[in-house]
């Protein structure tokens, strides 16, 4: 990998081949993989994606799926890759200060009046997450291709219940 240097900053040029097989690859393991299931259930009329009650339930199932497979991905793929000449090396966290330091008081401060706080974490109504839970107790446990069949159990129990 060439290292250059530009406006004092660190920038990387890599084979962009290297680059595009990797994003190839995460489009035909993942994003293919999800959507032609998600086309699938719509096609049969199982989801409809105006609907916020079959978008939460494909949520609460897939999210968590998703997750983990991008999780697996990343561990089995990205930080294998030859492009990828840090792995076991510690990067460094946070985000840079690029324009001028803010401190924690101001955060609180912009936090408090914007009314981000007072937001719930949870993408899923509570109500709505006790009763899927009922019917799929842990939905990152659900195999990624039997997503399809899972959203169709979980949706007609979701409904009769």
């Given at each position: 990998?060439?290292c ?10 890599c ?5 595009e ?14 959507k ?8 049969r009329?199982?989801?409809?994606p ?7 339930l ?14 697996s991905f ?15 090396t ?23 009046l914007s ?19 009922r ?13 399809a ?10 409904l009769?219940?």
């Amino acid at each position: 990998m060439e290292c250059i240097w530009t406006s004092g900053w660190h920038t990387f040029q890599c084979n962009s081949q290297q680059i595009e097989r990797w994003w190839r690859e995460l489009h035909e393991r993942l994003e293919k993989f999800f959507k032609h299931q998600i086309n699938w259930l719509k096609d049969r009329g199982h989801y409809d994606p105006h609907s916020d009650q079959d978008r939460m339930l494909i949520a609460f199932l897939m999210i968590p799926v998703l997750q983990k497979q991008l999780d697996s991905f990343k561990d089995t793929v990205w930080n294998c890759h030859r492009i990828r000449t840090q792995k076991e090396t510690l990067l460094p966290d946070g985000v840079r200060i690029i324009w001028w330091p803010v401190t924690e008081d101001q955060l609180k401060d912009v936090a408090e009046l914007s009314g981000v706080l007072e937001l719930d974490d949870d993408f899923i109504q509570s109500e709505s997450r006790e009763k899927c839970e009922r019917i799929i107790p842990f939905p990152g446990d659900v195999e990624p291709d039997q997503c399809a069949d899972a959203y169709v159990y979980l949706k007609d129990n979701f409904l009769n219940s």
